[in-house]
C-alpha cells in the first residue's frame, strides 16, 4: 500500500500578501530580496524558472557535495523586521535541509550555520546552527508539506524561527549585517519553495513589526528632554509662527522664574 503524501500546511490568512507594505521602512528605495541568485549557484542545486524553487539534483554522498543558495539582495537594514518563508514541497532521501541566513562571504557548498556569519535552523534535527556542525537544541525537526519562516529584528540585530504560523523564540543575537536569505540541501530530490511576501505568510508577522514599533516608540518616549531644548522648540515655534507678542510673553515669565531660582 502506497504511503500517503504529506499535504502541505495551509496558512490561515491573517498576515498581508503585501509583505513590503507594512515594513517600516526608513530609506523606501533599499532593494529587499525578491528572488533567488542564479548565477552564483552550486552545481548541486537547480532552480526553477520562477527563481522562487529550488530543488537538489546531487547525489548527498559527501560532506562536500552541499548546496546552498541565496537571494539576488540581502537583508534590508533600515527597516524595523525582515522575515521570508519557505514552504518544504519534499525532503528527500534524508531530509538534510536548513533555512537560515548568511552574509556575501559563505560558501554556497557548506550548510548555512556551519561558517561565521551564518546562522541557520536545521529540519533533519531541530538544531540551530551558528559557525558550528554541532549546532544546539533549539526547535522540532521539520519536513515535507512544513513552512519555516526567518525573521531578522533589524533593530536588536535578533534572527527568529518560525514553524507553519508558530514563532519558536528567538535563535541568534547580535547577528552580523550584510545577511542574504539562504537555505542548505544536502539529499536527493529534496525541494522547497521560497515566500518573499508575494502570498499570504503562514505567521503573522504584522503582529512582530506593532511590537516592534511600539517599542520604538516607547524607547523615543522614555529618553529625557532637557528643558533647554523645549524651550528651544517653543522660542523657534512662535517665532517662525508670527506670534510676537506671545514669545515676548514667554522670555519675560522664563527670565521671572530664573531669577527666582537664582535667589
Not at 19 to 36: R, Y
Not at 157 to 177: D, M, Y
Not at 212 to 237: F, G, K, M, T
Request: proline fraction near 7%; aromatic fraction near 10%.
Amino acid at each position: 500500500m502506497a504511503q500517503a503524501r504529506p499535504q502541505p500546511y495551509q496558512p490561515a490568512g491573517k498576515s498581508s500578501a503585501s509583505w513590503h507594505g507594512i515594513v517600516d521602512a526608513d530609506d523606501p528605495s533599499e532593494p529587499v530580496p525578491t528572488e533567488l541568485n542564479t548565477v552564483d549557484l552550486p552545481r548541486y542545486l537547480a532552480v526553477g524558472k520562477d527563481k522562487l524553487t529550488v530543488r537538489y539534483v546531487g547525489r548527498g554522498n559527501h560532506s562536500q557535495d552541499v548546496g546552498s543558495v541565496r537571494t539576488d539582495w540581502p537583508c534590508p537594514q533600515r527597516c524595523l523586521v525582515y522575515y521570508y518563508e519557505v514552504t518544504v514541497q519534499d525532503s528527500g532521501s534524508r531530509g538534510l535541509i536548513a533555512v537560515g541566513m548568511a552574509d556575501s562571504a559563505f560558501p554556497l557548498t557548506r550548510q548555512p550555520g556551519w561558517e561565521p556569519n551564518s546562522y541557520s535552523y536545521a529540519g533533519y534535527d531541530g538544531r540551530r546552527y551558528f559557525d558550528s556542525e554541532r549546532g544546539e537544541p533549539y526547535g522540532p525537526c521539520f519536513g515535507a508539506g512544513d513552512v519555516v519562516g526567518c525573521g531578522l529584528l533589524c533593530g536588536s540585530r535578533e534572527i527568529f524561527f518560525t514553524k507553519n504560523g508558530a514563532h519558536l523564540g528567538v535563535a541568534f543575537s547580535e547577528v552580523a549585517i550584510g545577511l542574504y536569505p539562504t537555505i542548505g540541501m544536502h539529499s536527493p530530490a529534496e525541494r522547497v519553495s521560497f515566500n518573499f511576501g508575494a502570498a499570504p505568510f503562514a505567521f503573522d508577522i504584522a503582529s512582530v513589526v506593532r511590537s516592534q514599533r511600539d517599542a520604538r516608540i516607547a524607547a523615543v518616549l522614555e529618553r529625557p528632554l532637557p528643558a533647554v531644548s523645549v524651550e528651544a522648540l517653543v522660542r523657534d515655534y512662535l517665532l517662525h509662527a508670527g506670534y510676537g507678542q506671545t514669545l515676548a510673553a514667554l522670555e519675560a515669565a522664563l527670565d521671572t522664574a530664573r531669577c527666582r531660582q537664582a535667589r
